[in-house]
């Protein structure tokens, strides 16, 4: 099952990576990224680019993440 959140997250990178995020006030480590994607939306009227990312957490907890003009966000929780 999942939920959805689409709700703003601080991120740590490492070079373009996520290696740890903040939500909800508590530290999220990442050890695997699994997939990564990226997805243009409304191309035709002001194109919105996202980079997806599922990640995989030390807390064992897999979750997706997405980068939009520089803002990180929590869209997705998996259980």
Known sequence: MTRLYFEPIR???????PI?????QSLHHITAIPRRWVVRIDWWRQEVVRQYYKVECDNLGTYEIYRERGLWFL????D
């Open 11 to 17: 991120v740590r990178c490492e070079g373009e990576n």
């Open 20 to 24: 740890a995020f903040v939500w909800r």
């Open 75 to 78: 869209e997705r929780t998996y």
